[in-house]
């Protein structure tokens, strides 16, 4: 994922007129900008991503807060900028995949219970990076852990 690539959708969606990916991917390119003037230099592809999965965080935490507070509208807008944005993060892992990825770090980290969850998460996570949340990896460990 590179800027230049966010560039010309936004590009694009200016042409057809589509306001809400101008208005979320124009939010995203203020971010990375200023996540690469935080960090003096260009941003690699990886905290690109990075960024747009705060970014998409972010969303899925306001529209639970607009849900409880009864904004449908806003709860539709922001689902609309999440929609957009994920469609710049690579697919998410299903949870048979999630499940695999555990029992073979299971395997290679020789955990014997719930007591070795920090053993299978450190095995766990770089493999899963970008592609699932830590917290529903950390509930899937914690379920396959109890039953070993």
């Known amino acids: 994922m590179q800027k230049a690539e966010i560039q010309d ?23 990375i900008q200023n996540e690469e003037i935080k960090v003096r230099r260009e941003l690699t592809s990886d905290e690109i991503r990075g960024t747009i999965r705060t ?19 806003l709860v539709e807008k922001e689902q609309a900028e999440l929609r957009v944005l994920q469609r710049f993060l ?7 995949e999630l499940r695999s990825a555990i029992r073979a770090a299971i395997q290679e980290s020789g955990a014997q219970g719930p007591p070795d969850l920090g ?20 509930e899937l460990v914690r379920e396959i852990l109890g039953t070993v």
Do not use: H, W
């Open 90 to 96: 690579p697919q998410p892992m299903t949870d048979d």
């Open 55 to 73: 970014l998409c965080k972010q969303r899925s935490e306001s529209i639970g807060m607009f849900q409880k507070g009864g904004r449908n509208d």
């Open 9 to 31: 959708v936004v590009k694009s969606a200016m042409k057809t007129g589509d306001r809400v990916t101008l208005d979320s991917l124009r939010l995203l390119l203020s971010a």
């Open 119 to 138: 053993k299978v998460m450190k095995q766990v996570m770089p493999k899963v990076s970008g592609r699932s949340d830590g917290k529903r990896v950390n």
